[in-house]
């Protein structure tokens, strides 16, 4: 594996325990558990920086803030 391929590949946090840097996430749970505010949280996080979502003192590097794509959807039929 070249140096170029090893440095493409590697998984840079980018809110550390919940996201990855230039990656997709997903959040899947049942019902009434949060997924909705939890996704608010890492998109305001991942756009601002603000270092007291989710009661963590982690900060997200000025190069690695960014805008989100957020996509909401109960499933079932007609959701695809």
Excluded: H
């Amino acid at each position: 594996m070249s140096a170029g391929t090893q440095e493409q590949d590697q998984l840079v946090p980018q809110i550390p325990g919940f996201t990855l840097l230039e990656r997709d996430a997903l959040l899947v749970g049942s019902g009434g558990v949060g997924k909705t505010l939890a996704a608010l949280g890492l998109s305001y996080q991942t756009a601002i920086g603000n270092p007291n979502v989710f009661d963590r003192a982690d900060e997200i590097k000025p190069e690695a803030l960014g805008a989100t794509l957020w996509i909401g959807t109960d499933g079932g039929d007609g959701a695809y």
